[in-house]
Each structure stands twice: as structure tokens, then as C-alpha cells.
């Protein structure tokens, strides 16, 4: 155990961390450094979400990207928000066991070679054009 110089020394280094880059003070220091500094993280939906989303993609556990979805469809539209949600809902597109990623990957495929072939002229003729 610290001594009690040492701790106060110690909190009070992760609180100015705390305020400045939360993410990197760990999370079981987070409900005192919010008593202590008075600084609430998630009082706002949105930096919520975007620390959810950040858990996501940082751990490769897409099972907070439905909350995280559900707190930015709840808050107001603005540049901090769309740009958010755009990345929990590209991250949760990319999770390869939801139904139906499978046929949307088909999809694409088939929808590019299509482009493709769309896109490449005609070298040979036709045989039924003259």
C-alpha cells in the first residue's frame, strides 16, 4: 500500500490526466476522480457514445455499439454526433456474425463485378451484331 503522501500525489496526477485525456486513467479511479474534480464524462450522450464506440473498436466487442447507437439517435444533430454515429454504425455493419452480412457481402461483390464489366469497353463483337 501507498503511503498517504504518495496516493494524494498519485490522485492528483490522474486527475489533471483525468480532465485532460480520461481514457487513459483507469476506469476504476473514474467514479472518484468524478467526485473529486467534479468533471462528469457522460453528462453528455454523446461523448458517451463516442467512448462506447471507442470500446468497440479498441477491444473488438461490438456489444456496446447498441447502446452507443441508441444514445446519438437520442441526441441532437450536429457534426460531433453524425460523425459518431456514422462510425458505430460502420463498425456494427462490420461485425461478421449479424444476420444478413453475408448476403449485404454478396451483394457488394456482385455489384462490383457488374461495375466492372460495365466499365470495361467492348473488345470483342458481338456475334449478334453485324
Avoid at 457534426?79 to 454504425?89: E, F, K, S
Amino acid at each position: 500500500m501507498l503511503p498517504e503522501a504518495d496516493f494524494n500525489r498519485a490522485m492528483h496526477v490522474f486527475g489533471l490526466l483525468y480532465l485532460v485525456d480520461h481514457r487513459r486513467v483507469p476506469r476504476e479511479l473514474w467514479s472518484r476522480l468524478t467526485e473529486e474534480t467534479g468533471h462528469d464524462l457522460w453528462q453528455d450522450p454523446v461523448d458517451h457514445a463516442s467512448d462506447l464506440v471507442l470500446d468497440a473498436e479498441e477491444r473488438g466487442d461490438p456489444s456496446v455499439l447498441d447502446e452507443a447507437t441508441a444514445l446519438l439517435h437520442s441526441s441532437p444533430t450536429g457534426p460531433y454526433r453524425d460523425t459518431t454515429l456514422g462510425l458505430a454504425l460502420r463498425h456494427r455493419a462490420a461485425v461478421a456474425n449479424r444476420p444478413g452480412t453475408a448476403a449485404c457481402s454478396r451483394f457488394s461483390c456482385a455489384s462490383t463485378t457488374v461495375t466492372r464489366c460495365a466499365a470495361t469497353p467492348a473488345a470483342v463483337k458481338s456475334p449478334t451484331r453485324s
